[in-house]
């Protein structure tokens, strides 16, 4: 009997080690990412958006290119600026994606690159940003649109840079940026979605 309690004693402190340990190696972030001029890497930031399609399903794509930069300084002056190029839009279907380039959508010939730039960066009592207000400018019009951001990992990652990463969401109308194109069958509402790593400079 006592053998047996001891066996149970020893595991249960062997699993209590192990979640401990879980615990420790987790990539939490205990502190905010660090003030300074960041640009965004690329390789690891996309940009999704959905959209109804006929009420049947919500079609989802991707922009393929992006780039920006920005600084964070919660006791100043912050700012953040996002360049899209608009021809990189990928929605998985090439016949489709040919069409969203044209006129009757984005006109990538005419309208070459979506901008978002920052106006006002509110954050949160641990220096964390939490909203970005700032202005989207897409197929020639530009309108207000605010981010709500939350903060990731910030830290040294194996190559020894100062790597910050944040998500960031929105919800527009493609109809206030001129895009009228099918407004019975595709939806006007569009969801933003936007993963992003930057280096700190």
């Given at each position: 009997?006592?053998?047996?309690?001891?066996?149970?004693?020893?595991?249960?402190?062997?699993?209590?080690?192990?979640?401990?340990?879980?615990?420790?190696?987790?990539?939490?972030?205990?502190?905010?990412?660090r003030?300074?001029?960041?640009?965004?890497?690329?390789?690891?930031?996309?940009?999704?958006?959905?959209?109804?399609?006929?009420?049947?399903?919500?079609?989802?794509?991707?922009?393929?290119?992006?780039?920006?930069?920005?600084?964070?300084?919660?006791?100043?002056?912050s700012?953040?600026?996002?360049?899209?190029?608009?021809?990189?839009?990928?929605?998985?279907?090439?016949?489709?994606?040919?069409?969203?380039?044209?006129?009757?959508?984005?006109?990538?010939?005419?309208?070459?690159?979506?901008?978002?730039?920052?106006?006002?960066?509110?954050?949160?009592?641990?220096?964390?940003?939490?909203?970005i207000?700032?202005?989207?400018?897409?197929?020639?019009?530009?309108?207000?649109l605010?981010?709500?951001?939350?903060?990731?990992?910030?830290?040294?990652?194996?190559?020894?840079?100062?790597?910050?990463?944040?998500?960031?969401?929105?919800?527009?109308?493609?109809?206030?940026?001129?895009?009228?194109?099918?407004?019975?069958?595709?939806?006007?509402?569009?969801?933003?979605?936007?993963?992003?790593?930057?280096?700190?400079?």
């Amino acid at each position: 009997m006592n053998h047996h309690k001891s066996f149970f004693s020893r595991a249960r402190l062997s699993i209590a080690a192990v979640g401990l340990a879980l615990l420790i190696s987790q990539p939490g972030q205990a502190d905010p990412a660090r003030p300074g001029h960041y640009v965004i890497d690329a390789g690891h930031t996309s940009v999704h958006f959905s959209i109804s399609h006929l009420g049947y399903s919500d079609l989802k794509g991707r922009f393929n290119k992006v780039e920006g930069e920005f600084d964070l300084n919660p006791q100043g002056k912050s700012k953040l600026e996002i360049r899209i190029p608009t021809a990189s839009i990928d929605t998985n279907h090439e016949k489709r994606d040919h069409h969203l380039r044209s006129p009757d959508f984005f006109n990538a010939r005419q309208f070459p690159r979506i901008t978002f730039t920052s106006t006002d960066v509110n954050y949160n009592d641990q220096g964390e940003p939490i909203s970005i207000k700032g202005t989207l400018k897409l197929h020639g019009k530009s309108r207000p649109l605010t981010l709500k951001v939350t903060a990731k990992r910030a830290a040294k990652d194996p190559w020894g840079n100062y790597r910050a990463g944040f998500a960031a969401s929105a919800t527009l109308k493609r109809s206030d940026f001129g895009m009228n194109y099918m407004p019975g069958g595709i939806g006007d509402e569009v969801k933003l979605d936007i993963d992003m790593e930057a280096l700190r400079q």
